[in-house]
């Protein structure tokens, strides 16, 4: 089993940053790509952007590129999440991913989420 815990949500005023974590446990971390996802309310879960099992490829969805940086600490087991420039339309739910199949496709393991709550 995996377990994967998001945190570092919050409120921020619009402009602002924050960085979320996802601290995983149950499997061999370095093995496994990991991804961010987010749900506003209405409206359909988002895939925002992954990241190779080493680290070194990051994908993201066009729409955040360049406001969203995705990086992970393979040693802590941690996946981060860094949004510069956030304006109200982040606010979501946000959710990190472990994906088994290495395509960026097989997301079997979800953590509870985190809120971000962006003000204008």
């Known amino acids: 089993q995996v377990q994967l815990v998001e945190s570092g949500g919050g409120l921020v005023p619009a402009g602002g940053s924050l960085r979320l974590s996802c601290a995983a446990s149950?499997?061999?971390?370095?093995?496994?790509?990991m991804g961010w996802f987010r749900q506003a309310p209405g409206k359909e879960r988002e895939f925002l952007g992954g990241i190779s099992a080493s680290g070194g490829t990051a994908y993201y969805a066009n729409s955040e590129k360049g406001r969203f940086t995705i990086s992970r600490d393979n040693a802590k087991n941690t996946v981060y999440l860094l949004m510069n420039s956030l304006e109200p339309e982040d606010t979501a739910i946000y959710y990190c991913?472990?994906?088994?199949?290495?395509?960026?496709?097989?997301?079997?393991?979800w953590g509870q989420g985190t809120q971000v709550t962006v003000s204008s």
């Open positions: 991913a472990l994906d088994i199949t290495a395509t960026m496709t097989g997301w079997a393991y």
């Open positions: 149950g499997r061999t971390f370095n093995s496994y790509a």
